[in-house]
């Protein structure tokens, strides 16, 4: 699983949120990458030519130790 992040200008980083406020999520990595380009296009471009990095892909690993899909760890 992936998920996208932005960067705001000040450091701080925050998940790309579909219309129904959950956190937009991917199967695959080229899937993230695609959306990310489709949303921020102007931001993706910049970053090929040396403006900070304001975005990015993240991997999503799960556990099963995860909370709180694991009931008996509360």
Do not use: C, H, S
Request: glycine share 8%; net charge negative; aromatic share 8%.
């Amino acid at each position: 699983m992936f998920k996208i992040e932005i960067e705001d200008g000040r450091g701080i980083w925050t998940d790309v949120r579909g219309a129904d406020g959950a956190i937009l999520t991917f199967a695959q990595e080229g899937e993230a990458r695609a959306k990310l380009m489709e949303l921020y296009p102007v931001l993706v471009q910049m970053e090929k030519y040396g403006d900070p990095k304001r975005t990015r892909v993240i991997r999503i690993i799960e556990d099963d130790d995860d909370w709180p899909r694991n009931p008996a760890a509360r």
